[in-house]
């Protein structure tokens, strides 16, 4: 999904949205590709390790 999509989806700003995802990338939690159709669009993608931690968090 692009990082404008999700900022979309949960009603945030895409420069915040950007902002809050580099931690998790950093921690390898997601993943942040250039669209290979649009090389201004950025696809943010969940990792393995973010999913288990994900799922870890759930049942908060």
Do not use: F, Q, W, Y
């Amino acid at each position: 999904m692009t990082i404008t999509n999700l900022a979309d989806t949960i009603a945030m700003d895409r420069t915040t949205m950007a902002s809050n995802l580099k931690p998790l990338a950093r921690e390898g939690l997601v993943t942040i590709e250039p669209s290979a159709a649009d090389r201004r669009a950025r696809i943010a993608t969940i990792t393995p390790d973010g999913i288990s931690r994900r799922k870890a968090a759930l049942p908060l």
